[in-house]
């Protein structure tokens, strides 16, 4: 079970960061992904990293604002909140992905195996 952390309330600016540490898994051969949902709404694509670190993909929403990364001698992964806004309000979910090894960053929730528990994030305007 991947354990996310890190969430809580922050002003609309402010900053944050969420950790994921996957304990007793091939953490270091697969992609990791941060996913949200908001209250009323489906589950959405945040970030995600490759397997090496050496490539990430971002939802438009979030690019150039938030930074996922990861420290495969840890077994976490991390996403850095910055400029946070009232929508980016939800749970934050991590998860790790399907395929080792694999050269593909992925960003569908298909695409990935097993999911934290999810952590809130509440950003008040």
């Known amino acids: 079970q991947l354990q996310a952390s890190g969430g809580g309330l922050v002003q609309a600016g402010g900053s944050l960061r969420l950790s994921c540490a996957a304990p007793?898994?091939?953490?270091?051969?697969?992609?990791m992904g941060w996913f949200r949902q908001a209250p009323g709404k489906e589950r959405e694509f945040v970030a995600s990293?490759?397997?090496?670190?050496?490539?990430?993909y971002y939802a438009d929403s979030v690019k150039g604002r938030f930074t996922i990364s990861r420290d495969n001698a840890k077994n976490t992964a991390y996403l850095q909140m910055n400029s946070l806004k009232p929508e980016d309000t939800a749970v934050y979910y991590c998860?790790?992905?399907?395929?080792?090894?694999?050269?593909?960053?992925?960003?569908?929730?298909?695409?990935?195996?097993?999911w934290g528990q999810g952590t809130q994030v509440t950003v008040s305007s």
């Open positions: 998860a790790a992905g399907l395929s080792l090894y694999s050269d593909y960053v992925p960003s569908q929730e298909r695409e990935y195996l097993n």
């Open positions: 990293i490759k397997w090496s670190g050496r490539s990430t």
């Open positions: 007793g898994r091939p953490f270091s051969k697969v992609a």
